[in-house]
């Protein structure tokens, strides 16, 4: 099982990186930022405790309830003790109180991906496992247009804010830092199937 988490991971990483490099002139893949980006219960409404992909696991026991079970396996690749939650339909790995990965598998969870609520369309951002995907096309049309066969990328930022000085004065300066994870709808037919981070 660790074996073959190792070999997704790795390959999941491979293929983010491959298809970055191959688009790299030719298309630009969406950005979405980690603080903007969440996890919550699919309650049919948007009003729920939202899990953020920069969260804690704390956060995330809050948001989705208790966990059917929590683990401790061993990453080879990372060479540290991580935390494994699984929820039904759901999987969460942490390192610390670092969110590393996930995948959701079913429709009992949505992923959103701006935490800003339109009042005429409270489920823009809400997406779950059997959804259109056609729904990004005019959201974020440049992952959209770069989707593969059966995969979509969202490439993921944090912003940093540092100060410097300015003609005597102190100013902050924010800058986009690119997280060399990718947030990964996965689809068939036109359908979302699953989500991976």
């Given at each position: 099982m660790k074996?073959?988490?190792?070999?997704?991971?790795?390959?999941?990483?491979?293929?983010?990186?491959l298809f970055n490099l191959s688009l790299a002139q030719t298309v630009t893949l969406?950005?979405?930022?980690?603080?903007?980006?969440?996890?919550?219960?699919?309650?049919?409404?948007?009003?729920?405790?939202?899990?953020?992909?920069?969260?804690?696991?704390?956060?995330?026991?809050?948001?989705?309830?208790?966990?059917?079970?929590?683990?401790?396996?061993?990453?080879e690749m990372n060479e540290v003790n991580q935390t494994v939650y699984k929820f039904n339909g759901a999987e969460f790995t942490f390192e610390g109180n670092t969110l590393v990965d996930f995948h959701i598998s079913n429709s009992n969870y949505y992923v959103i991906i701006n935490n800003i609520v339109d009042s005429t369309n409270p489920f823009k951002y809400?997406?779950?496992?059997?959804?259109?995907?056609?729904r990004l096309s005019t959201l974020h049309s440049g992952s959209y247009n770069a989707k593969e066969e059966k995969r979509l990328f969202f490439q993921?930022?944090?912003?940093?804010?540092?100060?410097?000085?300015?003609f005597g004065k102190i100013k902050p300066v924010t800058k986009k830092i690119l997280l060399d994870n990718a947030l990964l709808f996965e689809h068939n037919s036109g359908v979302i199937t699953g989500f991976y981070f």
């Open positions: 074996n073959s988490k190792l070999i997704i991971l790795c390959l999941t990483a491979f293929l983010v990186s969406s950005q979405l930022d980690i603080q903007r980006v969440a996890v919550a219960k699919n309650t049919g409404t948007t009003t729920g405790t939202k899990f953020y992909l920069n969260g804690t696991p704390s956060g995330l026991v809050s948001a989705l309830g208790s966990a059917l079970s929590v683990t401790t396996e061993y990453s809400y997406f779950k496992v059997g959804d259109s995907l056609s993921i930022y944090r912003t940093e804010t540092t100060y410097v000085e300015e």
